[in-house]
């Protein structure tokens, strides 16, 4: 069973920087896999939005409001140890704040999936506040 557990979240100010990750288990990471795996975030009172996505190529897509200061990453020190997805926040804002989630899709037709992707698994989350 795929399990997917976040953590790194956490309160900065304005401007400073945190490193999410996110721990993936159930699954065997090969070079044959194909997957897409992401980070999506959800504001108080608002909707779920993507902020970023990878696939097993390595192809990466953002959404708009945090390019240039969001980046996605994998563990691809070794094949099995691909289990480990990373979202790198610098200079962030406010506007940041909400609870951060992983997810991932492990099947076919996953490759140069954007932010719009749909994914079969989610974690529980990691809280974000970024104070002013």
């Known amino acids: 069973q795929v399990q997917l557990v976040e953590s790194g979240g956490g309160s900065v100010q304005a401007g400073g920087s945190l490193r999410l990750s996110c721990a993936v288990s159930?699954?065997?990471?090969?070079?044959?896999?194909?997957?897409?795996m992401g980070w999506f975030r959800q504001a108080p009172g608002k909707e779920r939005e993507a902020v970023a996505v990878i696939d097993s190529d390595g192809y990466t897509s953002y959404a708009d409001s945090v390019k240039g200061r969001i980046t996605i990453s994998q563990d691809s020190s070794q094949d099995n140890a691909k289990n480990t997805l990373y979202l790198q926040m610098n200079s962030l804002r406010p506007e940041d704040t909400g609870m951060y989630y992983c997810?991932?899709?492990?099947?076919?037709?996953?490759?140069?999936?954007?932010?719009?992707?749909?994914?079969?698994?989610w974690g529980k989350g990691t809280l974000v506040t970024i104070s002013s």
């Open positions: 997810a991932a899709a492990f099947r076919w037709n996953t490759r140069r999936c954007g932010i719009y992707f749909s994914m079969d698994y």
């Open positions: 159930g699954y065997t990471f090969s070079r044959y896999s194909e997957y897409c």
